[in-house]
T-cell receptor, first 116, second 110 residues
Framework: ETGVTQTPRHLVMGMTNKKSLKCEQH?????MYWYKQSAKKPLELMFV???????ENNSVPSRFSPECPNSSHLFLHLHTLQPEDSALYLC???????????????FGPGTRLTVL | KNQVEQSPQSLIILEGKNCTLQ??????????LRWYKQDTGRGPVSLTI?????NTKSNGRYTATLDADTKQSSLHITASQLSDSASYIC?????????FGKGNQVVVIP
């Protein structure tokens, strides 16, 4: 399988549940990202990992906890979410964390999350 | 106020016709300007990336232009096809950060 894959594609959870989103990239990239996409809003960058080290955390609530065990895998652990957290969560990867000015990001298909 | 503004928010065009999408950005200093296409239910896919020194770049039927003086970019779609129905997102990379627009929603009808 090529590119960036995400599982699950759809997730419905209650506010007291704990779940995890998984992302895997097959492109040999060194940087991975989590984005949140809400309806009629711009993409919001949540976290950036470079060579498994978190290099950016954009004031994301602690109920979202990222994990990057290696350069190919990225997780987003979810717990005690709120209904306003319902959104499309996109994973992306790039060769370097935007250090090269024309570095392209490759996105996965996203996980559609609904919090009840 | 978002640093990247796109217009129109949405438009409907007939198959075979051309259309132009607009993007105004304010992020400074500027490094590059990107256009992505996002099909429904999928992640964005890069169409073009333009640096400060480039004022036009093409990718098939998609042509992006950049005016760094006025901080404006446009994406022109030539001879639209049904598969062009998507959201087109303008992204400004500057000051070591990406700033995303809300997207232009394009619907191509037969």
């Amino acid at each position: 399988e090529t590119g960036v894959t995400q599982t699950p594609r759809h997730l419905v959870m209650g506010m007291t549940n704990k779940k995890s989103l998984k992302c895997e990239q097959h492109l040999g990239h060194n940087a991975m990202y989590w984005y949140k996409q809400s309806a009629k809003k711009p993409l919001e960058l949540m976290f950036v990992y470079s060579l498994e080290e978190r290099v950016e955390n954009n004031s994301v609530p602690s109920r979202f906890s990222p994990e990057c065990p290696n350069s190919s895998h990225l997780f987003l652990h979810l717990h005690t979410l709120q209904p306003e957290d319902s959104a499309l969560y996109l994973c992306a990867s790039s060769q370097d964390p935007l250090q090269r000015r024309t570095d392209t990001q490759y996105f996965g298909p996203g996980t559609r999350l609904t919090v009840l | 106020k978002n640093q990247v503004e796109q217009s129109p928010q949405s438009l409907i065009i007939l198959e075979g016709k051309n259309c132009t999408l607009q993007c105004n950005y304010t992020v400074s200093p500027f490094s590059n300007l990107r256009w992505y296409k996002q099909d429904t239910g999928r992640g964005p896919v890069s169409l073009t990336i333009m640096t400060f020194s480039e004022n036009t770049k093409s990718n098939g039927r998609y042509t992006a232009t950049l005016d760094a003086d006025t901080k404006q970019s446009s994406l022109h779609i030539t001879a639209s096809q049904l598969s062009d129905s998507a959201s087109y997102i303008c992204v400004d990379y500057g000051n070591n950060r990406l700033a995303f627009g809300k997207g232009n929603q394009v619907v191509v009808i037969p």
